[in-house]
């Protein structure tokens, strides 16, 4: 089992191939390669989108300075891993915690909203990711995805987005692109589709917020990971229904020993989950190796 390699660089991932496998150092949040996608990431990334809407959610409602000092926080404890959307209205928050620690030591992640709807109004892809790049600070992104799919026609009804994208992500703009499912017939093409590097899928052992039971959304992660993709799992923990001790366990062990799912997001707003949160991933997925 190798171990990461951290240099000025960044951090590097060598020598693992197949499905979710981790790279541990003891007493660290574990990496892992993340598919054949090339990106090697911490397995717990800090979610800013709990009950996200609207260009605000609860870590924007903590206001700049309690957001800063927890993700400072859950950095130092190696979560150096920050997960975004233009819906959440957290770039902006991101940005001010990237004064403070080295980008190039940092994975970002933000989604695209593809829906017009009475709060929202899509511009071109180039203007939206310009815009992103302003209130991250970021001149790239590690990966970016189309925003909440819904249905089994989204390659028709996505091709102006995947097309841009694809364009980005030729000229640096972005390193991965991919989607984040809302729906079961979404997920089954995205699982297949080429052009997909990383889905975000809904997954947790009791079947809330999901797409389909626990058993179907894993198979369907499991032919995603076969085909080299990139799996985060998200609403973990049931969108804040399934949060006591023994279900917040259950749901970590879940999706970090499935061997389907290569890191999960996690939307902590304070320090004592952050701290709890990492304490059961280091465990976990030690006990794992």
């Known amino acids: 089992m190798q171990r990461i390699l951290a240099g000025i660089a960044g951090i590097t991932c060598t020598g693992i191939n197949g499905n979710a496998q981790i790279i541990s150092v003891p007493g660290d949040i574990p990496y892992v390669h993340l598919g054949k996608t090339g990106l090697c990431v911490p397995v717990l990334a800090l979610g800013t989108g709990t009950h996200g809407g609207q260009r605000e959610s609860n ?83 590690d990966i970016l995805l189309i925003h909440c799919l819904i249905n089994g026609k989204w390659k028709e009804e996505m091709k102006g987005f995947i097309d841009s994208l694809s364009e980005a992500k030729e000229n640096g703009i972005i390193k991965r692109v991919g989607v984040s499912c809302h729906n079961l017939e979404a997920m089954k093409i995205a699982v297949d589709y080429p052009w997909v590097d990383v889905i975000l899928a809904r997954i947790n052992p009791f079947g809330t917020h999901m797409d389909g039971t626990p058993e179907e959304i894993m198979s369907l992660l499991k032919v995603a990971c076969n085909n080299g993709k990139g799996v985060i799992g998200m609403k973990i923990f049931g969108n804040g229904d399934n949060i006591t001790e023994s279900e917040r366990e259950k749901s970590l062990h879940f999706a970090l020993t499935s061997g389907n799912i290569h890191c999960v997001t996690l939307g902590l707003e304070n320090i004592m989950q952050v701290d709890d949160a990492v304490e059961k991933v280091i465990r976990i997925t030690n006990h794992k190796l």
């Open 59 to 141: 870590q924007t409602r903590l206001g700049i300075k309690e957001f800063v000092r927890m993700a400072r926080h859950a950095y130092d404890r190696g979560i150096k891993f920050f997960d975004m959307a233009d819906t959440y209205g957290s770039h902006t928050f991101v940005r001010e915690v990237l004064k403070h620690i080295p980008r190039d030591r940092t994975t970002l992640l933000t989604k695209i909203w593809p829906h017009d709807n009475n709060w929202y109004n899509t511009d071109p892809v180039k203007k939206t990711l310009d815009r992103f790049r302003t209130e991250t600070g970021s001149e790239y992104f």
